[in-house]
């Protein structure tokens, strides 16, 4: 079955910087464009980043020239590198990947910037 295990979430300081990883399995990873999305306290979803099978990527504007998503497809891994950490970035962290029009999600990992 889809699987979407992700790590890496943590507390750092302003400025800091936090690497995400996203283990997928159960899927022909390679063929499939991976998603990172975040959560904060009182807000909605948002999509942070997005890469293709082909390694194409696009992210939202709020973390541009921020944050590198990028994935090894030997590995199924999709990572998500966070520098010039700010409080607004606090959140969960969630990776996601369509499958046949269906939604798969990991559990999530909480990332907290704070002095």
């Known amino acids: 079955q889809v699987q979407l295990v992700e790590s890496g979430g943590g507390l750092v300081q302003p400025g800091g910087s936090l690497r995400l990883s996203c283990a997928a399995s159960g899927f022909t990873f390679s063929w499939y464009q991976v998603r990172w999305y975040r959560r904060a306290p009182g807000k909605e979803r948002e999509l942070v980043a997005s890469i293709t099978s082909g390694g194409s990527t696009v992210y939202a504007d709020s973390v541009k020239g921020r944050f590198i998503i990028s994935r090894d497809n030997a590995e199924n891994m999709v990572y998500l590198q966070m520098n010039s950490l700010k409080p607004e970035d606090t959140a969960i962290y969630y990776c996601?990947?369509?499958?046949?029009?269906?939604?798969?999600w990991g559990q999530g990992t909480q990332v907290t910037v704070s002095s």
């Open positions: 996601n990947v369509v499958i046949v029009f269906t939604d798969y």
